[in-house]
């Protein structure tokens, strides 16, 4: 616990994104955030929409969250894929996690979950988290839209 309490190294984008102030969120693309989660628009997207959710924890591992945690993560990736269906319509989603540098983590000591939505006809073959950056749709765009979503759904 005293590693989870302790103090937020203060260049990390997600403890950073976690400490906004209310009414603040939308500067780093925030959508919603419960206490031990919270979820934002990834900045450099492999599709509209793309969303990261993480726990408010520094954690680096899965095995490291505690089990409430996690079960933040689960409820908001659940709220994420409900204002995504509701927002952009999509016709499916890639969920995953990149755990350390070697295996894609942009952010390899905050724990995230990469939620991706994918329509049919989209780039065929796109890795799913590799380098393929596809925006059809402002990014700022796309947030008021999903910000929409996400505050019906609270
Ligand atoms: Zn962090």
Not at 102 to 121: I, K, M, N, T, Y
């Amino acid at each position: 616990m005293e590693f989870i309490e302790g103090p937020r190294p203060s260049a990390c984008f997600f403890c950073e994104a976690a400490a906004l102030p209310q009414g603040q969120e939308a500067e780093r693309l925030v959508l919603a955030r419960s206490p031990r989660a919270l979820v934002l628009m990834n900045l450099y997207p492999y599709s509209n929409g793309h969303l990261l959710v993480a726990p408010t924890a520094h954690v680096a591992d899965l095995e490291e969250l505690d089990l409430e945690a996690a079960g933040e993560l689960t409820a908001l990736t659940r709220r994420s894929l409900r204002a995504l269906r509701m927002a952009l319509s999509p016709d499916g989603f890639n969920l995953g996690m990149n755990l350390g540098q070697v295996a894609g983590a942009g952010v390899a000591d905050h724990l995230h979950q990469h939620l991706v939505p994918r329509w049919s006809g989209d780039t065929n073959f796109m890795p799913v988290l590799g380098d393929v950056k596809v925006m059809s749709e402002h990014i700022r765009v796309t947030y008021d839209k999903l910000r929409a979503a996400f505050d019906a759904l609270s």
